[in-house]
């Protein structure tokens, strides 16, 4: 008969004790006499099992490295076409050693350029296609020379249009230079546009001159040509930095009755280039002025004004500003909607134009005279003292 007790007692009790852990030790160690040193005991030794074991359960392929020419071969040595071949799978020739040891640094590699060259021939030999066109790309009128200026042209539109002043640094510059008889912005600025257009490079420069002689409002055409060309001969005379050559231009405005009481206002811009011996003149868009403020100008000069022969003592466009509430810088506009600086910037691209003419026309003339005499100095050099055929000439 079975006790009660032991059907009713703890569930753990019913656990039988923990089996013995496994060892790996192999061999049984003899415990250290009483007094020694211990020393630790020995790595666990993996057998062959073990090892084969655990390549079966890795997932990963271990990584090795396998050269196309064995480390045991010596290629320092090969040429390059040894070192190819050697590459593919082919076995070269062994080289042949020097006599002395050499080290197998890359400054003793003895590689064949043959080759290379062969190779390569069809890229560098001039008669190829690829080489000429690359050629003909960067020469002066090549692909690569239009990008590049389309490049710069599109920055430089970019740049004056962020900033237009800049306008006037990146054009400046070339072989053109100009002086303008004037400090006024609004007869400066257009004439540098003008000439920078059709040079494409330029440096323009304005001084400050003065009309002496002139009436204060020319009238007439020759007042107006005449007060220029007092500009121009004042500050050759005034202004050191004007030399005999630079050219200089000169903007004159002046008032004149074209028909029976229909009075117009004008520029007239003179170009003079001394040294070359250019003498350029036109005239701006004309602006119709209303017969009462010429009365005006007429009332306002004394009849003892010492230059009314040329001219009124008052400009039109103090007048002309005066009715209009503006400045008399801004007056054209207000009236005509069209600009002092756009009526001079249309007359100096004319005179900019007629002057680069000239000049060409001044430069072939020059080079025709050098040419006629460095010819009649040779001809004279050969012929000596004769008569040009060979034949001296009789003593007088």
């Known amino acids: ?19 013995e852990l496994p060892s790996f030790i192999t061999a049984n160690v003899a415990a250290p006499p009483a007094g020694a040193e211990s020393v630790p005991p020995a790595a666990p030794m993996v057998t062959v099992d073990d090892t084969t074991k655990r390549e079966e359960t890795d997932p990963f392929i271990p990584t090795t490295f396998s050269p196309a020419i064995p480390a045991s071969k010596d290629t320092s040595q090969y040429t390059a076409e ?44 001039g008669g190829s296609a690829l080489f000429g066109w690359m050629k003909g790309a960067v020469s002066g009128s090549g692909i690569l020379q239009k990008v590049a200026e389309k490049a710069k042209n599109s920055v430089d539109t970019i740049v004056t249009t962020l900033d237009p002043q800049m306008k006037e640094y990146i054009n400046s510059g070339g072989d053109t230079e100009v002086i303008v008889a004037s400090d006024k912005d609004d007869k400066v600025r257009p004439i540098r546009e003008a000439f920078q257009t059709v040079f494409g490079k330029a440096t323009i420069i304005g001084l400050a001159a003065q009309a002496v002689g002139i009436a204060a409002q020319p009238v007439g055409f020759a007042a107006g040509l005449k007060g220029a060309e007092h500009r121009i001969n004042s500050i050759r005379a005034e202004n050191p930095r004007v030399d005999d050559h630079l050219p200089v231009v000169a903007v004159e405005n002046f008032v004149v009755e074209l028909f029976p009481d229909q009075w117009f206002e004008a520029g007239a811009i003179v170009l003079f280039d001394y040294a070359k011996n250019i003498l350029l003149k036109t005239v ?31 400009t ?61 100095a040779a001809v004279s050099s050969i012929t000596g003292g004769d008569g040009g055929d060979g034949t001296p000439q009789p003593t007088e």
């Not at 009462?292 to 022969?309: G, H, R, S």
């Not at 002309?320 to 054209?332: C, D, G, K, V």
């Not at 600086?341 to 060409?360: D, P």
């Open 1 to 19: 008969m079975s006790d009660p007790k032991k059907k009713t007692g703890n569930i753990l009790s019913n656990v039988g004790p923990p089996s």
């Open 82 to 125: 040894q070192a190819m071949a050697a590459a593919a799978g082919v076995r070269p020739a062994e080289p042949t050693l020097p006599d002395q040891p050499v080290g197998r640094d890359f400054a003793s590699m003895i590689l064949n350029p043959e080759p290379v060259a062969a190779a390569l021939s069809p890229i560098t030999l």
């Open 284 to 314: 701006t868009q004309m602006t119709p002025i209303p017969l009462p403020v010429i009365a005006a100008l007429q009332a306002d000069t004394p009849e003892d004004y010492m230059l009314k022969d040329t001219g009124f003592a008052t």
């Open 316 to 376: 039109v466009g103090s007048v002309m500003a005066r009715n209009l509430n503006t400045s008399h810088t801004e007056w054209h506009r207000s009236y005509t909607s069209v600009s002092r600086s756009e009526m001079i910037l249309t007359a100096a691209k004319t005179i900019a134009t007629l002057y680069k003419h000239a000049v060409l026309d001044y430069e072939l003339t020059v080079a025709s005279q050098v040419d006629s005499a460095v010819g009649a």
